[in-house]
């Protein structure tokens, strides 16, 4: 069977992927014709879609803390634990 495609990919989405997917011992390409295959077996999209369980300013907390967790981004606060926590309170 000649398999040939192009599809258009978010390249960080695609290289977050990747680091999944070769953890699992596949490629993308695999993960790809895994999902279109159980896509056909259930008539649909295999997950369900639902709204974000966070409000915005918790999504943009945790988009901070993955960009301070990667180096993208330097932390606001550089103080310790009993000054984060007495800053907290104010």
Do not use: W
Request: net charge negative.
């Amino acid at each position: 069977m000649a398999k040939t495609s192009s599809l258009r990919v978010d390249p960080i989405l695609l290289k977050n992927a990747e680091v999944i997917y070769n953890a699992f011992g596949i490629t993308v390409t695999d993960a790809v014709n895994m999902f279109f295959a159980k896509s056909i077996m259930e008539n649909g999209i295999p997950f369900d879609l639902k709204q974000p369980r966070y409000n915005k300013e918790t999504e943009a907390a945790m988009e901070e803390g993955d960009k301070i967790l990667q180096g993208l981004q330097e932390s606001a606060f550089n103080g310790s634990v009993n000054e984060l926590f007495k800053n907290l309170d104010t």
